[in-house]
């Protein structure tokens, strides 16, 4: 059983900031093996990729976070982070840690149960 677990998320002023970590586990869920990202769910809106890093450490970000958030990844703590700073209202929304792989067996993903966060004055 894999389970990944958000913590961090909560209420923060516009311009603040926030960090959201994302620690895994399970029998043979080798997290070092696995792309890592967070989406997120904004109220009334469909869930979108702010941010996915790879395996070999290579980061993507959607426009409208880029300079303001950064993904990074312990391979040895098995935990994923976001550090979002210059936070905006319209960042406000459930975020949530995936997890994929593809293996010879099939394609192997995971989602944590999410964490909100919420920018208002």
């Known amino acids: 059983q894999v389970q990944l677990v958000e913590s961090g998320g909560g209420l923060v002023q516009p311009g603040g900031s926030l960090r959201l970590s994302c620690v895994s586990s399970?029998?043979?869920?080798?997290?070092?093996?696995?792309?890592m990202a967070w989406f997120r769910r904004a109220p009334g809106k469909q869930r979108e990729l702010v941010t996915s890093?790879?395996?070999?450490?290579?980061?993507n970000y959607t426009a409208s976070v880029k300079g303001r958030f950064t993904i990074s990844r312990d391979d040895v703590k098995n935990t994923l982070y976001l550090q979002m700073n210059s936070l905006k209202p319209e960042d406000t929304a459930v975020y949530y840690c995936?997890?994929?792989?593809?293996?010879?067996?099939?394609?192997?993903?995971?989602w944590g149960q999410g964490t909100q966060v919420t920018v208002s004055s």
């Open positions: 399970g029998t043979f869920f080798t997290f070092s093996m696995y792309t």
């Open positions: 890093i790879t395996s070999g450490g290579i980061t």
């Open positions: 995936y997890a994929n792989r593809y293996g010879v067996r099939g394609t192997y993903t995971y």
